[in-house]
C-alpha cells in the first residue's frame, strides 16, 4: 500500500499548491493560445503596460516619486491577455525609478527571473522546428 512519507530535503506539497500550480500552468497556456488565434502573435503570456500615476507629494518621499516628468507619482504595472481582461496588477512602484526600474520591482518579473510564473515550456512555430521560449 502506498502513503504519503515527509522527506527530508523539503515538505510534501499540499493537494492545494498542486492544483494552484497545475492551474496556472493552464491559464498561461489558454492565454498563449488566445494570443496566438486572435493575433497571430505565438508564445504570448500577455500584454503588459505601465502607468504613471499623479499623486501628491508624500511628506518624507523625497525624490523617490518625483519623475523625469517633474511630478510626484505612482506607477501602475498591468498585464492583460488577449480579450483585454487584466491578468495581473502591481500598483505602486515609485515613479522615480524609471521604466527599467520599476520592471524589476515586481513580483511578476521575480517569478519570471527565478521560473516560478509557472509558464509553459518552450515550443515551436508552425513550419519551424526551433523552438522559442515561451511566455
Given at each position: 500500500?502506498l502513503t504519503k512519507k515527509q522527506m527530508r530535503v523539503r ?90 526600474g520599476t520592471q524589476s520591482k515586481y513580483n511578476l518579473h521575480h517569478a519570471l527571473e527565478q521560473n516560478r ?19
Amino acid at each position: 500500500m502506498l502513503t504519503k512519507k515527509q522527506m527530508r530535503v523539503r515538505d510534501l506539497l499540499t493537494v492545494v499548491l498542486k492544483l494552484a500550480v497545475t492551474l496556472r500552468f493552464l491559464e498561461w497556456k489558454t492565454v498563449s493560445e488566445v494570443f496566438a488565434n486572435k493575433w497571430n502573435y505565438h508564445n504570448c503570456g500577455g500584454s503588459p503596460d505601465g502607468k504613471n500615476v499623479p499623486i501628491k507629494k508624500l511628506r518624507k518621499g523625497g525624490s523617490l516619486y518625483y519623475s523625469y516628468k517633474e511630478i510626484h507619482n505612482i506607477i501602475l504595472m498591468a498585464e492583460t491577455d488577449a480579450n483585454y481582461k487584466f491578468g495581473y496588477v502591481d500598483i505602486g512602484a515609485e515613479g522615480g525609478a524609471g521604466d527599467g526600474g520599476t520592471q524589476s520591482k515586481y513580483n511578476l518579473h521575480h517569478a519570471l527571473e527565478q521560473n516560478r510564473a509557472g509558464f509553459p515550456e518552450d515550443s515551436t512555430l508552425l513550419n519551424d522546428h526551433s523552438p522559442i521560449p515561451s511566455p
